[in-house]
């Protein structure tokens, strides 16, 4: 399995991995290939603009242990932009699927809206 870490998930696994389900860690330990988005690496971003007490570390250093692939979004995903209904209003979730659509991932996320939409998902 090709899993696609949404970002509340690598901060979860990175920094509290007891809130991640056992299922889900185990699934990622045994993925063929977990990919972590350049998209949650410009959400992280965002957040730690907007909390830096609550997310004080950077990035790499988050993700540093997690066995990770990077990947960056590709052009076509742009494509989805106006095929996804308009279900969820978070630009970074709607990439997130977008990128998961695309490449054939399976989104981790425990966001209950993402599951709405026609994508893989694992929680």
């Known amino acids: ?8 998930v690598l901060i979860w ?9 056992t299922n889900v860690r185990q699934a990622v330990a045994v993925s063929d290939e977990t990919f972590v988005s350049v998209v949650s690496a410009w959400e992280y971003g965002v957040k730690r603009l907007k909390f830096p007490n609550e997310f004080c570390e950077p990035f790499e ?14 052009f076509e995903c742009h494509r989805y932009s106006e ?4 279900i ?11 990128q998961a ?4 991932l399976t989104l981790v996320s425990a966001d209950e809206t993402i599951r709405r939409y026609p994508v893989p998902t694992l929680w």
């Open 1 to 8: 399995m090709r899993l696609l870490l949404d970002t509340h």
């Open 13 to 21: 696994l990175g920094s509290a991995p007891d809130l991640v389900p």
């Open 61 to 74: 250093i988050l993700v540093a242990g997690l066995g990770h692939v990077p990947l960056d979004l590709p």
């Open 83 to 86: 095929s996804l209904p308009p």
């Open 88 to 98: 969820h209003r978070d630009p970074f979730d709607r990439m997130l699927i977008a």
């Open 101 to 104: 659509l695309h490449l054939d």
